[in-house]
């Protein structure tokens, strides 16, 4: 299996622009989750879907934050605005209880500089 | 409350020595414990795991222990080696809602 697989890996925008994330999570996973690491706060739940749908956004830090779900191989993460307090690593993971127990995998990360 | 939080942030041992990276947790509900190896540049790698009824469990060199009278887990590496350097982040499992710790840095001298 590929694994999860996030893109860009690697984005640097400027303050006010959209930023869109994507995450393909591992075939056969029934949650999906995101996450966002930086060094002040360490790693934190965003939001997280189970079967597509949105289970707990309590995470997401404000409005500007959106994700999606559309199908069960593909979410997005959204900001819009950007500000440069956005700038952190976002992680995209996945999991099935029936395959994998509760081990939740993650993707090698996007990596946002807001300048 | 739901937060796990970790004892040292660093940890430095000699390459051969056995390291003990310890976590405490608050949340009595949590039943399920995993620890996770990030390194840099990377996203955090599933080494072990652990059910709320055992206290210990052993892999490939390592050994996770759980305490739960007192909330507290630790990963045991044996005969750590340089490729171990990296942090490390234990995490609860709660309703399906992982919850990281703040992480702990391990360096292994050569």
């Known amino acids: 299996d590929a694994g999860v697989i996030q893109s860009p890996r690697h984005e640097v925008t400027e303050m006010g622009q959209e930023v869109t994330l994507r995450c393909k999570p591992i075939?056969?996973?029934?949650?999906l989750f995101w996450y966002r690491q930086t060094m002040m706060r360490g790693l934190e739940l965003l939001i997280y879907f189970n079967n597509n749908v949105p289970i707990d956004d309590s995470g997401m830090p404000e409005d500007r934050f959106s994700a999606k779900m559309p199908n069960a191989s593909f979410s997005t993460l959204k900001i819009q605005p950007s500000e440069p307090r956005d700038s952190a690593v976002y992680f995209c993971?996945?999991?099935?209880?029936?395959?994998?127990?509760?081990?939740?995998?993650f993707g090698e990360g996007s990596w946002l500089t807001v300048v | 409350g739901e937060s796990v939080g970790l004892h040292l942030p660093t940890l430095s041992v000699q390459e051969g020595d056995n390291s003990i990276i310890n976590c405490a947790y608050s949340?009595?509900?949590?039943?399920?414990f995993i620890w996770y190896k990030q390194e840099s540049g990377k996203g955090p790698q599933f080494i072990i795991d652990i059910r709320s009824n055992m206290d210990k469990r052993q892999g490939q060199r390592v050994t996770v222990l759980l305490n739960k009278t007192v909330k507290h887990l630790s990963l045991q590496i044996a005969a750590t080696q340089p490729g171990d350097s990296a942090v490390y982040f234990c995490a609860e499992n709660i309703g399906g809602k992982l919850i990281f710790g703040q992480g702990t840095e391990l360096s292994v001298k050569p």
């Open positions: 993971a996945s999991s099935s209880y029936r395959s994998s127990g509760n081990t939740i995998y």
């Open positions: 075939s056969g996973h029934d949650y």
């Open positions: 949340n009595s509900a949590s039943d399920y």
